[in-house]
């Protein structure tokens, strides 16, 4: 992991000391709450329905146990002893008081932690793969580059008052868990036939009111370039970006309303003046970032034996065996497995972790995975270095904490923003409607039948809960008043991106689960042999849902 | 006289900043700042009138200045609101592409949290709205360090420490 040397942890101290300063001009009226706004924003600090929200900065989703318990201890001193794990890898807490804020932040800058730039118009906290580093699929690591962009993006002189927010994500594995294609840029690590790595530069994707797939700007841009094409890129945005409607601010309409390929034009006339100036990446500042993110002191380990002792153990255990096959996933290293701790138990908020449950994953993370833990874009946290020797007691400690739901990547692990009950935007309550279908699917058996399958939820159009890209997505809409919930289809978030095509007419609340039963019901009728969802979905199309459900 | 930060000093400001130019009376005497297009328009006359510079709106792009740069000793960039940031933009390519060695100033409802950032961008006079500029210095030294590079600092972070 990334550690601060004596110049990042002054520069975070100074952080925490200039927005103490900003709350008290604010506290004496010195500051207009439209010019605190900002300031504010650029330190993750909300004001949400009943309090303010502090979104605390997981730089591509990597914390260590440290970290973790400060960040239980905080929300437990400061909050009501939980947090949020978001989709943009963060945490947020719901309840913490203006005049808490700048101690937060001091607390979390002594672990090396912040909230810089998690909101507002700015470059925000850069997204990765959350299997970066350990993934069997992986080309190369995405952290030592997210680390790169990381500290460029951090207090960027020129780019803290952009139209609107930029979100980056970088992925380098073969299947993209960094939903790179709906991102205002995705970074996709790729190597040429050389075996040189370079990446391929997507722009204009996001969600939100407008959805739209991002469009590649630059098959292979060599390594040493990244910083600065990512300023040109960033420069073109923005002067040009439109700041006359907020709706119309996001560097995809701007790339739309272009074309991808004049956009393209106007990048590389700006690159002109920027490539191999001073920010392009050394070989020794390359080096440097890949130097903290060295494989761990892993033990070498005879595949075969742990796993035929895993086996065993699987067979004398039915819960065992289920757990270890939705849950964990495959590791680069010999003899050992990434786990996956659900997030999704019935009954309990998506992504939310009492102060408890957090000690107790740092706990395990210090025990069995070289003290390192990930927080996931489905808002799951893993704990990515364990022994496979070990999984059974991870299972069993996992299980007591109520972390080990067998359902990663099925329906029942669903993505969900905190809607209506926290958020002042949402239109409608999502967190109810992740519950209520929680508990009508409660039979693994089913959801396992049905395999693959994403299910995300968004309280409004600003799409936190990525619901343009769930295999089904169920977006809270208000009519008249009253919460209603519009169903699409067919949305995706890997390589082959695709925006969930609209249902039809929208329901209430209670009819949510039976309609999205009706749905399932379809896709179970008509599947081949083996077909996922998706794959039904894209060959038959809409039409079968629509008939099923409106009939 | 009104007051300007210049080089993180409070001084007089013997600029006078024309928004519009009057219709009746015409160009007061004096150092005058002048609208883009009124300097495109009047180019040949400003010039030979002499203590001249021109403000950019945030939408103008300092390029059309290009030809004019070893001559304007002020260059002023509007920002409507704080948190239009486009004229960042414009301080950092008149310093780096077009290599302005001239006053670069800021004018505008920018505040002073923003100073850092805009000294970092080239930005080495600042018209701020403030009763009180003295106060507002201390924002110059929010952060003694950067990652990015700047024109106060054109190397990069990772060029000095992460080597
Ligand atoms: S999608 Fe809407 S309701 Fe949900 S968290 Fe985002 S802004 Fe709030």
Redesign the pocket.
């Known amino acids: 992991m990334y550690q601060y040397n004596k110049q990042d942890q002054l520069l975070v101290n100074e952080r925490a000391q200039q927005f103490r300063g900003q709350a008290e001009r604010f506290l004496a009226g010195e500051l207009t709450p439209q010019q605190f706004l900002p300031l504010r924003l650029q330190n993750g600090l909300y004001k949400q329905r009943l309090a303010y929200m502090l979104r605390i900065a997981i730089p591509y989703g990597t914390l260590n146990s440290r970290q973790l318990r400060k960040l239980a201890d905080i929300s437990r001193r400061f909050d009501k002893g939980f947090g949020h794990f978001s989709t943009r890898q963060n945490l947020q807490l719901n309840w913490p008081e203006l005049e808490d804020v700048p101690q937060i932040l001091e607390e979390l800058a002594s672990v090396e932690m912040h909230a810089i730039q998690t909101s507002g118009n700015c470059i925000r906290n850069t997204t990765a793969d959350h299997f970066s580093g350990v993934a069997a699929d992986e080309i190369e690591d995405a952290r030592p580059y997210c680390e790169i962009i990381r500290q460029w993006s951090t207090f960027h002189p020129e780019f803290a008052f952009l139209p609107r927010k930029f979100k980056i994500a970088v992925c380098g594995s073969q299947q993209d868990r960094a939903a790179m294609h709906v991102h205002d840029v995705g970074v996709e690590i790729v190597h040429n036939a050389q075996g040189e790595s370079g990446f391929k530069i997507l722009v204009g994707g996001g969600l939100g009111r407008t959805p739209v797939i991002g469009e590649v700007i630059n098959e292979f841009l060599p390594k040493q370039h990244l910083l600065t094409y990512l300023e040109a890129v960033l420069r073109v945005y923005n002067q040009l970006g439109r700041r006359d409607n907020k709706f119309k601010a996001r560097i995809k309409i701007l790339v739309r309303a272009m074309g991808p390929d004049a956009f393209r034009e106007k990048v590389e006339a700006e690159w002109v003046y920027l490539k191999d100036g001073p920010n392009t990446l050394t070989a020794e500042a390359i080096a440097h970032a890949q130097s903290f993110f060295q494989k761990p002191p892993y033990e070498v380990l005879d595949d075969t034996i742990e796993e035929s002792t895993l086996q065993q153990q699987a067979l004398a255990d039915a819960a065992f065996a289920r757990w270890l096959k939705y849950n964990t996933s495959r590791h680069k290293q010999a003899g050992h497995a990434i786990v996956t701790l659900s997030l999704k138990t019935t009954g309990y908020a998506p992504g939310d972790a009492t102060a408890e449950q957090m000690e107790v994953v740092a706990d395990l993370a210090d025990r069995y995975s070289f003290g390192e833990i990930r927080s996931s874009h489905q808002q799951n946290l893993i704990l990515p270095d364990v022994r496979k020797r070990d999984l059974k007691a991870v299972w069993e400690a996992a299980t007591a904490i109520g972390f080990a739901t067998p359902n990663i990547g099925h329906l029942t692990d669903i993505i969900c923003?905190?809607?209506?009950d926290?958020?002042?935007?949402?239109?409608?309550k999502?967190i109810p409607v992740a519950e209520a279908i929680q508990r009508k699917f409660d039979d693994l058996d089913y959801i396992y039948d049905l395999g693959e399958l994403d299910l995300n939820i968004?309280?409004?159009?600003?799409?936190?809960?990525h619901?343009h890209v769930g295999h089904i997505g169920i977006l809270?809409v208000d009519k008249k008043g009253a919460e209603f919930y519009q169903i699409s289809l067919g949305g995706n978030q890997g390589k082959d991106a695709s925006l969930g095509e609209i249902l039809g007419p929208s329901f209430s609340q209670v009819d949510v689960p039976s309609v999205i039963e009706k749905v399932l019901q379809t896709y179970l009728d008509k599947r081949i042999d083996g077909e996922v969802f998706l794959g039904t979905f894209r060959r038959i199309g809409i039409e079968p849902f629509k008939e099923r459900v409106y009939a | 006289m009104p007051k300007l930060i210049k080089d993180r000093a409070v001084i007089d400001d013997d600029w006078q900043l024309l928004r519009e130019i009057p219709a009746e009376e015409g160009l007061p005497a004096g150092k005058i700042i002048v609208p883009l297009d009124y300097w495109l328009e009047q180019r040949d006359a400003l010039l030979a009138r002499g203590d001249v510079g021109v403000w950019l709106s945030s939408d103008q792009a300092p390029t059309p200045l290009a030809p004019d740069l070893e001559t304007l000793p002020v260059i002023a960039i509007d920002f409507p609101l704080f948190t239009d940031g486009r004229g960042f933009s414009y301080g950092r390519t008149l310093r780096e592409h077009h290599g302005y060695k001239g006053e670069v100033r800021a004018i505008g409802q920018f505040i002073r949290d923003q100073l850092f950032y805009l000294s970092r961008c080239g930005f080495d006079a600042f018209a701020i709205e403030t009763a009180d500029p003295e106060r507002a210095l201390a924002s110059f030294d929010d952060f003694s360090d950067a990652y990015s590079a700047g024109i106060d600092q054109p190397v990069p972070w990772f060029r000095r420490h992460n080597q």
């Open positions: 923003c905190p809607g209506g926290y958020c002042s935007l949402a239109n409608a999502s968004s309280g409004c159009m600003n799409a936190c809960g619901h809270g």
